[in-house]
């Protein structure tokens, strides 16, 4: 059976910090991409309601223009 030291847990623990670092990094990536995805998809809803309303007013326009004929 292989003897356990403290300087082989010493390196088994300075890996797990390190692998643990790197998680927390692609935590941070993921939180970020979430954040810029979530921010456009609100710029795409405000976005779709002005079109959506310049189309009303471009309908209410036209039926304006029909009304008159």
């Given at each position: ?35 810029r995805l979530e921010g456009q998809m609100a710029g795409l809803t405000v976005e ?22």
């Amino acid at each position: 059976m292989t003897e356990v030291t403290l300087d082989f847990l010493a390196r088994q623990f300075e890996r797990v910090l390190d692998r643990l670092g790197a998680v927390e990094d692609q935590i941070t990536v993921l939180t970020g991409i979430t954040m810029r995805l979530e921010g456009q998809m609100a710029g795409l809803t405000v976005e779709i309601r002005g079109l959506a309303s310049g189309l009303n007013r471009l309908e209410h326009r036209v039926r304006k223009l029909e009304d008159q004929t």
